[in-house]
Every structure is written in C-alpha cells, then in structure tokens.
C-alpha cells in the first residue's frame, strides 16, 4: 500500500505506467491480422467483394467524419473521458464480431470502429497535459514501446493460435474481447488532467502571445505556461462559483480559438515544415490505404478457406523490423534540412516498388516481404517527418500540426476510397487497386526526389544556405530530446 501510494505521487511515473498498460491492452488485439479471413468465413459469410467495396470504405468515411471533432473533443474534455469512450467502443466492436450476425452489424462495426481509430488522438495528447515537460522524451518513448509490445505480442499469440493449437477465428475474437475489456477497466485508473492544451484561461493565451513574439509557441517559457494554466484553473473555478461561467463560456472559446490561430500560422510558417507535412499527408493517405486492404490481396493470392495462413506472424515480424528502421533515426547523423526531401523520395521509391511487387506477385511469401519493406520504410520516414516537425515546434503547435495533417491524409484517403475502391464508382478488384496504389506512391516518390535533388543541388552551389540551416540539422538530438 505505502509503495502505491509513493508511486501515486511520483508526479509523473503514475499515469505514465498505467497509459502503458492501458497501451498495451488495447493493442494486443489478438484477431485482427485475421479479421479478414474471419469476416469471409463461415462465421460471418460476407463475400469478398463485399468486404472489399461496401464494408470497409465506411470506416475510411466514418473516420474522416469523426476525427477533426474529436481532435478538439479531446483537448475539451481533457484527454480521459475520450480514452475512457475509446476503451469502451474497443468492447463493443468486438462483442460485435462475436456475438452479432449479419450484415448491418458488421456496418455498424465499421462506424464503431471510426470512433476507436478518431481517439487515438487522446493516447498520445493525455500524457502531455499530467507530466512535467522534461519528462515528455522518456513517457512518448515508453507508451510507444508499449503499443509496439501489446500489438506483436497479440499478433504472435494469434498466430501460435492458429497455426499450432488450431483454434477456431471466433475462440480468438473472445480472446480479443477479453484482452480489450481489461483496458477499458485499466483506463478508469488515469488521473484526470488538471489543464488543456488550448482551452485554457486567459492569462494563458496572454504570456502564449508574449512567447510566440521570442519564438514558436510555448518553447521560450514553458514554465509560465504552466503557472498560467494553474492560474487559468483557478481562475475557472472563481467564475464557477460566482457567474455560472465555465469551459463553454464565449471568452473561454474565443480565447482557445486565437490559441489554435497561432498555432497554425506557427506550424505553417515555414516552406520547409510544409514540405515534410506535405510527405506526411501524402504518404499516410497511402499507407492506410494499403495497411487496410492487404489482408484482402493475401486472401486473394492463398485463400484462407484453404490454405494455411500467417498474417499474425508477418504483421509482429513487421512491427518489429518497423521499429527497428524507426529506432535507428536517432543514430542517423545527416543533415535533414539537405537532404531530408531526397531521404524521403528514395525511401519513397523503395516503398513503390514493394507495392508493385505486392499487386503483381503470384507467391505468398513475396507479398508478405514486399508488405514488410514497404511497412518499414513508411515507418522510418514517419518516423524522421515526425522528429523534424517535432523539433521546430511546441507542443501545442505539434498537436495542431499532427491533427491536420491526418485530417489531410484522411481526406485523400477518402479520395482514393470513393474512386478506385467503392461500389458506387470503379470498384475495382483487389490486384487493379495495388497497381494504383504504387501509382500513387510514385508520384509522391517522383516529387520528393525532384525537390530534394533540387535542395541538395543548391546546397552544393550555395553552401552558405548550408550554414543558415545549421541550427536545425541536428534533428536527431534535438527532435529525440523535445518528443
């Protein structure tokens, strides 16, 4: 009991031990790299045009319609309530696979699922608001490791399920439910955050202003940030008492309104910073795109109905390589500023060409590695992109920039779905959708490469440029100790 306690008011280590278990739950999903085999099996018996055309474009809808109010319910409601909503809806998507039959359910699972995938947002953003800022560096490192942990854990234990035990899809969805409902209750352990991001009180927004004059929002002094949201707190809680004013109070949403203006104008500021949110829009757009319908090219090269299947194994191998190519960012001593751009079209370009061998493979195994190329070198440049981002700006200003820019990739996702994937337009098979899927990855790697060898040329022509950019080319270190 004494040790609880002590641990309950270490300040930081409390709620970043229990978000990492909350992580860790809520990612072992057991059945997902099978879900596919799962919905077109006896169980469910949906067809695989079905699946392909009707159900799963309704998450991509579902989620674009979420994520931009849930990204400002989020900050609203301080964090928790929206993680305790998602371990929630985690629960009922899969009593849904379980225990519902029929079409409209597995449509309605779709939606479900949309708001699961719409607050991840909260994950991430919960541990800014209840940890001191010197501390962001090893909890981000933590509760990533953690979700790492949860998902290849959970994929193996599918696959040794599977494979060697021969347990029945629907056992393995139980499994899953069991798994997920211990987050859920996990999540009622979480402290609730005592202050917001951007709806704060006044005396925040002022000394944002006074910071924003000196540099990007909330860098210079992070510590009056802090006072002012105490002092914005408890400013609060004096109107609560005396007028009935409160979060919904127009000076409260005036005040977070100018707070997101700054933020934008700051995180866009920038041609550079636009250069690598353009990447991550792009290149998130067609990752989801293909992370989402994979196991329907796997399905369609072996068919699970006859064949035996290792979608569990291949996705922890992946998880793992991809971490791997992400961890190694950080001892990757290059100047981004010259040659990030061009970093991100030969990368890019290695990503197509496993998209292409993905859609015109007749062999398993040579889709399962064109699918783990491709995974690790999305995630290294992601990874890369997120750490030149990071490094430039506060933290408000990355919460922003990280919101928009899935909402942009979502929106082109959407894009994608509605023309090349959807019933109502082309509905295209499986192996025409990859063939434009590495289209589209060869435009994005086509751009990069022009413009960075376009950055790299002028860097060689005028080295003085070179020296300008000093300060931000160590991202490594720098991006490492502010994320």
Known sequence: MGCYAQLKSSGWAYPTIVLCLYGFFANCRVAEPFLTP??????????????????????TYSYLAFLFPVFLLTDFLRYKPLIVLQGLFLVSNYVLLCFIPGLPAMTFLQVN????????????????????????????????????????????????????????????????LGTVSTAFLISFWLPMPQRSMFFKGEKAIAVASQSQQGGPVGRSRPEELMMADKDGDDSWREKMKHNGGGWCSRKNMA??????????????????LIYWSLWWALATA?????????????????PSATSSIYNGGV???????????????????????VWGELALGLFSAVGTGAVFLMA???????????????????????????????????????ALTFGINTFVALSLQTI??????????LGLDIVTQFIIYGSYYAVISLLFLIRGTYTACGNQCCP????????????GVISAEHF
């Open 255 to 272: 005040s977070a309104g100018r707070l997101l203006w700054q933020s934008f104008r700051e995180s866009y500021s920038s041609r550079h």
């Open 464 to 475: 003085v440029r070179s020296e300008d950019e000093t300060p931000e080319s160590g991202v």
């Open 113 to 176: 699922y949309a708001v699961v995938t719409s607050t991840e947002v909260a994950y991430f953003s919960y541990i800014y608001s209840v940890i001191p800022l010197e501390n962001y560096q090893r909890a981000t490192g933590y509760l990533r490791s953690a979700m790492l942990a949860g998902y290849t854990f959970g994929a193996s234990l599918g696959q040794m399920l599977v494979s060697l035990a021969g347990l029945d899809y629907f056992y393995i969805n139980c499994i899953t």
């Open 38 to 59: 799962y919905l077109i099996g006896p169980h469910k018996n949906i067809s695989e045009e079905v699946v392909t055309n009707y159900l799963f474009p309704i998450w």
């Open 315 to 337: 996705e922890a191998a992946c998880s793992l390589v991809g971490a791997a190519a992400a961890f190694s960012v950080g001892y990757i001593k290059v100047t981004w500023t």
């Open 416 to 425: 994608i779905t509605v023309t090349v994937v959807d019933e109502a337009a």
């Open 360 to 398: 015109f493979t007749s062999s398993i195994w040579v889709c399962y590695a064109g699918y783990a190329l491709f995974k690790s070198c999305y995630m290294l440049l992601i990874t890369i992109t997120a750490f030149q981002i990071a490094s430039n700006l506060s933290m408000e200003c990355y």
């Open 286 to 302: 067609g990752y989801v795109q293909i992370f989402n319908y994979t196991q329907l090219m796997w399905d369609h090269i072996e």
